[in-house]
T-cell receptor, first 118, second 115 residues
Framework: AQTVTQSQPEMSVQEAETVTLSCTYD???????LFWYKQPPSRQMILVIR??????QNATENRFSVNFQKAAKSFSLKISDSQLGDTAMYFC???????????????FGTGTRLTIIP | EAGVAQSPRYKIIEKRQSVAFWCNPI?????LYWYQQILGQGPKLLIQ????????DSQLPKDRFSAERLKGVDSTLKIQPAKLEDSAVYLC?????????????FGPGTRLTVT
């Protein structure tokens, strides 16, 4: 079974600074996808960024970028120029590209609570 | 475009009572998911529907939990009878199709407290 580990339960950073959230995962599969989701205090979860395992290039979305190290099974999220609106729970998630298409399942980590300090 | 709607937002019940949650996915989304998020944990998939058929319910405690999506649109999740450990936020999500290529959109969730 796949597992996702987020070893930082809480983090805080000053506004405009850069912060990196860590995530490691365990899988025996070679074809999979990784995601970072953001869950603000209102609790509606939204997708921040995704990475296909077969792509060597790290994904970026504006101020959000990832450092994907496939051999180390590491998938960290970097937030640049952090803003107050970035305050939220951040979840790392894994999805296997299974043989039974349409049956892939998201496995989430336990989350990191990020607070941006004004 | 309207998002995923869920109701109620909050529910408090006593153990052994029953409760039902409702979810209305984004229009046109064929795939619907129910997740359970216990405090301090990430969401865990309970059941996945493709239209009105079940794709995955391997983590659904079927002795007390049931879910349906009769017309391939709205869905209800029921717990009967509830236990203290069922206290959690129940999240509904939908996607255009199943699979990693299609983003899952989440609703605001229903916070259940069992006393």
């Amino acid at each position: 079974a796949q597992t996702v580990t987020q070893s930082q339960p809480e983090m805080s950073v000053q506004e405009a600074e850069t912060v990196t959230l860590s995530c490691t995962y365990d899988t025996s599969e070679n074809n999979y996808y990784l995601f970072w989701y953001k869950q603000p205090p209102s609790r509606q979860m939204i997708l921040v960024i995704r990475q296909e395992a077969y792509k060597q290039q790290n994904a970026t979305e504006n101020r959000f970028s990832v450092n994907f190290q496939k051999a180390a099974k590491s998938f960290s999220l970097k937030i640049s120029d952090s803003q107050l609106g970035d305050t939220a729970m951040y979840f790392c998630a894994f999805m296997e590209r299974g043989t039974n298409f349409g049956n892939e399942k998201l496995t989430f980590g336990t989350g990191t609570r990020l607070t941006i300090i004004p | 475009e309207a998002g995923v709607a869920q109701s109620p937002r909050y529910k408090i019940i006593e153990k052994r009572q029953s409760v039902a949650f409702w979810c209305n996915p984004i229009s046109g989304h064929a795939t619907l998911y129910w997740y359970q998020q216990i405090l301090g944990q990430g969401p865990k998939l309970l059941i996945q529907f493709q239209n009105n058929g079940v794709v995955d319910d391997s983590q659904l405690p079927k002795d007390r939990f049931s879910a349906e999506r009769l017309k391939g649109v709205d869905s209800t999740l029921k717990i009967q009878p509830a236990k203290l450990e069922d206290s959690a936020v129940y999240l509904c999500a939908s996607s255009l199709r199943a699979g990693s290529s299609y983003e899952q959109y989440f609703g605001p969730g229903t916070r259940l407290t069992v006393t």
